[in-house]
């Protein structure tokens, strides 16, 4: 599914449409795990919507019963300020930030960059700057550069939810699931400053755990989605 990146909750309907038959079939994955068939298959004969699914041929019990707590590779929270000064930038710099996070909202994302990269120019170790040009690069299809852009953006705020979840996203992009896998939990240790990335962190990462097998932990993550598009 591709990255949906922008301050808009109207992606939520999108993302859930499809997430009540995965957590069912997820539930049903995870008590296999714990369900006894050693006298003989377990019939539901007149409860056809309860008929078994099939299960993965590389199923394994252990895994489908691990809370992501248990998951190996938990990596420490991230440490950092909650908040980082406040630079003030000249009236220039400003305008071409305000110009960005406006083309930002309106999906130009090269037409964003533009405006950051001018904005840089007045300040170069802008923090928010950073990260917007992090999330607009890898919009357009730069991963490198936003990969660039989102280190610059933690070397100032070590525990930014928004940008460790773009490293994860990145990774995953990249088939690279132990690092996916540690960046969206570090995105989930960090400070609670941005909820729309932090729903979407719940997202991504229940379904990489439910396809790594990981089946009770990524109900966990799935449920956390839902629940935080009711807030």
Known sequence: MPLMLCHDRRLYPALRSST???????????????LDTSTGP????????????????DFDPVKAEMTLARIPGDPPAPQGPS???NIELPKQARQHMEEAE??????????????????????T??????????????MSGNDTSARFYAQRAL????????????????????????????G?????KCPDDDPVYRVLTHYYLGGLLEREGYYTAAIAQLQAF???VET
Do not use: S
């Open 184 to 188: 969206y939990r570090l995105a989930l």
């Open 102 to 123: 406006h083309l930002f909202a309106q999906e130009l994302f090269n037409e964003t960059i533009v405006e950051l990269e001018k904005a840089l120019r007045y300040e």
């Open 226 to 228: 839902d629940d935080g």
């Open 42 to 57: 377990v019939l539901l004969d007149n409860i056809e919507i309860f008929k078994p699914i099939p299960i993965p041929t």
């Open 20 to 34: 009540g038959l995965l957590m069912y079939l997820l539930f049903c994955l995870a008590g296999c795990a714990a």
């Open 83 to 85: 908040t980082i000064p």
């Open 125 to 138: 170790g802008h923090y928010p700057a950073f990260r917007l040009i992090a999330l607009a690069r890898a």
């Open 155 to 182: 070397a100032l705020k070590p525990n930014d939810l928004t940008c460790h979840f773009l490293l994860a996203w990145l990774a995953e992009r990249d088939q690279n699931t132990e690092e996916a896998l540690r």
